[in-house]
């Protein structure tokens, strides 16, 4: 957490306004405040303060899970990791300017009266401001949401790996933005037990899987993403989970019930009736 919905729907909330706080592009970095050194990966603090003041934020978008602020003469990247959020405030109300939150790492102040902060408890979230994104994201693999990724290029790619299916989903030099919650949850609407070895998949149940990434995804975007903890409390995705933190409850496809297993070290929720460990045919 936070997985591509959750990072799509905080980069849109930076272009557009939303998630309480105004659109960002168009605003001047006056200022930065790194409260927390390790938060940012390159380069170093004085640099990076003399680098990022007086730009102006062009855009902001997303690239599997990095958050990128397009800037006049650099790209600021920001990865969540696990407990990571952004939030635009004012910096300054009724005269007297606003105390920041416990675990605010790094602080942009902007023109006309904003700030954005950049706001992580377990201090796992790295920064880069870099002059081209792609050295920071140049290995990830392709964006599932991306129409040029056709069904038999993902066939293709699932081919070249005898692996595990979860691990190989979530592997970002793979596929880009997947995560635990939104690949239990195609797995299962595509009917592939997570342990099923990669090249074992038939070009349709290949398409299949494809066809469910793309909709738990545009699904999750559409609801904000998930709130599962105390983390990310904006999105509703979580209410329509038909087996992620549903270990024990019967599966809405058949009734049988709901197991949890780790794969990769991650808890993984399945259907074994739906999801049954077979060679596919």
């Known amino acids: 957490m936070p997985e591509l919905p959750e990072v799509e729907t905080i980069a849109r909330a930076l272009q557009n306004g939303g998630r309480g706080g105004l659109p960002i592009p168009g605003r001047v ?23 990022i003041n007086d730009q ?13 602020i397009h800037l006049t003469n650099y790209v600021l990247l920001i990865h969540l990791r ?12 009724s005269g007297q300017k606003q105390p920041l939150k416990t675990h605010d790492r790094l602080v942009l102040v902007l023109d006309q009266n904003l700030r954005v902060a950049f706001n992580d408890t377990r201090k796992f979230g790295r920064a880069w401001l870099v002059d081209d994104p ?12 991306d129409e040029t990724l056709t069904p038999q290029d993902f066939f293709q790619r699932l081919q070249k790996h005898r692996r595990q299916l979860k691990p190989l989903l979530m592997d970002q030099h793979f596929l880009a933005g997947l995560g635990n919650i939104y690949t239990d949850e195609a797995l299962h609407m595509s009917h592939l037990h997570p ?21 738990v995804l545009k699904e999750g975007i559409r ?27 019967p599966c809405q496809t058949c ?4 197991e949890r297993i780790h794969v990769g070290q991650r808890s ?4 074994p009736t739906c999801q049954v460990m077979i060679t596919v045919d």
């Open 223 to 249: 609801l904000n993403g998930a709130s599962i903890d105390w983390i990310y409390r904006d999105g509703s995705f979580q209410d329509m989970c038909k087996v992620y933190q549903k270990t024990g409850n």
């Open 82 to 93: 696990m407990s990571g959020d952004i939030r635009v405030e004012e910096n300054n109300l």
């Open 255 to 258: 009734g049988t019930t709901i």
């Open 134 to 145: 792609r050295k920071v994201t140049g290995k990830l693999g392709p964006e599932p949401l």
């Open 268 to 271: 993984t929720h399945f259907c």
């Open 29 to 51: 970095i006056l200022d930065s405040d790194l409260r927390w050194e390790r938060t940012l990966a390159t380069p170093s603090p004085s640099i990076f303060n003399k680098q």
């Open 56 to 68: 102006v934020i062009n855009k902001i978008d997303r690239r599997g899970k990095f958050i990128q």
């Open 195 to 215: 342990l099923i070895i990669s090249d074992q998949i038939t070009p349709q149940r290949s398409e299949l899987l494809l066809l469910s990434i793309r909709r």
